[in-house]
């Protein structure tokens, strides 16, 4: 891997900006969505962090209208060209950062963040626009990197340069060290917790994204992951998959917000 040497890819935070998922991986998130809380069919979705729109694409079939929403001009370009294949579905697109999001108050039923936290300058700022974005009892699937996994999978900082994690396996498992080395965040599910109750969610539904094993050379390890899944070692998942729920309250103080959006 090549030091990372373009603005455009890290934020002022130090952290890269996310890469687009492959369909093995966003499959495995939906589907763990899907058992914590189904999804459903129907209203109206957002798609923060939308990427090339691999994962719009799938979200769009099980909703009426979809807004798409990224920090990237080139990936709102692509994500729309995705989106063209399916023409019943009304899209909207947004070129924002996930910490102000030109949407207005309370207009979505549900809220996806697959893979973007661990990128965003704010965690809590992101979260609160979720919360203003969604209707009351509307719903925010989130997926983030588990602390727990014990490879990191995203560039690392060393002696000045950005390198592939390779090179440090269970820097994980060191937190100081990860810290200092890090170009995107881990999370556990304890913080999850801590951070939707500051941010006026609900008591979140948590669960594990195991690995899809999505290179070729891997395919072989596909079947273990069924038993991994169901067995006390899936808390070393991949992923932390959770699900956020906005309350039944319309005066909420996190929920309130002075901007107004078409």
């Known amino acids: 891997m090549s030091p990372l040497r373009e603005r455009e890819d890290v934020n ?5 900006l996310g890469e687009s998922l492959g369909e093995a991986n966003i499959s495995a998130r939906i589907a763990v969505f899907d058992e914590l809380e189904p999804i459903g069919q129907g209203g109206t979705f957002a798609d923060i962090g939308c990427g090339r729109g691999e994962c719009s694409l799938e979200l769009a079939r099980r909703c009426s209208r979809i807004l798409l929403v990224d920090v990237r001009p080139q990936n709102i370009d692509a994500s729309r060209a995705r989106m063209a294949r399916l023409s019943a579905t009304k899209a909207h697109y947004y070129c924002a950062a ?3 999001l030109p949407i207005a108050d309370a207009v979505c039923d549900a809220v996806f963040l697959v893979e973007v936290l661990e990128h965003v300058r704010e965690v809590p700022e992101t979260l609160r626009e979720i919360f203003r974005i969604l209707k009351p009892s509307g719903r925010c699937y989130l997926s983030v990197p ?3 996994f014990p490879f990191e999978n995203h ?3 060393f002696m000045g340069i950005t390198v592939t994690p390779k090179l440090f396996p269970l820097l994980t498992w060191c937190p100081p060290l990860h810290n200092r080395m890090a170009t995107a965040r881990i999370f556990t599910p304890a913080e999850i917790r801590r951070i939707a109750a500051k941010t006026g969610f609900q008591p979140p539904k948590v669960g594990y994204v195991m690995p899809p094993f999505e290179r070729s050379g891997l395919a072989f390890l596909r079947g273990f992951t069924g038993a991994w899944s169901r067995s006390p070692l899936r808390v070393f998942g991949v992923s932390i998959a959770a699900v956020l729920r906005k309350p039944d309250l319309t005066d909420h103080p ?5 901007r107004r959006f078409l």
């Open 254 to 258: 996190a929920g309130r917000a002075e």
């Open 155 to 157: 560039p690392v900082k």
């Open 98 to 100: 996930a910490e102000l």
């Open 12 to 16: 002022d935070q130090g952290f890269v």
């Open 146 to 148: 588990n602390r727990l």
